[in-house]
Every structure is written in structure tokens, then in C-alpha cells.
């Protein structure tokens, strides 16, 4: 993956070939898409799926219209 996705500020990403890096990237990426990530039992990633969908759920039930 060598193009900095367009939604994240650029940053020092690391190397490019490092297998740990690409992964990283990779379910980050996944979870921005709302894709399902392979890494089902990875605490970390579960949690970050949790915090997604919390986020998720409270933009779907926020109103926009002013209160007055």
C-alpha cells in the first residue's frame, strides 16, 4: 500500500514493505469501509469494530434538526 488514504492526515506511516505496517493498514482500512476484518479474535480489533459501530449508532440517532 504505498497511497496515504485520502480521509487520514498524512502522517510518518513507517516502512512500506514492514508486514506489520501493511497489516495494520490493512484492517484499519477494512474497518473505515465497514468491512469485516478477518481478525476475529484480536482483542483490539474487536474493540475498534465496538467503538465503530457505537459511533455508528449514535450518528444514526442524532437529529438534524436544531432544537429550539
Excluded at 465497514?34 to 469494530?49: C, F, T
Amino acid at each position: 500500500m504505498t497511497a496515504v488514504h485520502p480521509a487520514r492526515s498524512v502522517r510518518k506511516r513507517g516502512s512500506e514493505t514492514d508486514p506489520d505496517v501493511l497489516r495494520t493498514d490493512a484492517i484499519i482500512d477494512a474497518l473505515a469501509r465497514r468491512e469485516p476484518v478477518g481478525e476475529q479474535e484480536d482483542p483490539a480489533v474487536s474493540l475498534l469494530r465496538a467503538l465503530t459501530d457505537d459511533v455508528d449508532q449514535w450518528l444514526s440517532s442524532v437529529s438534524i434538526t436544531p432544537s429550539t
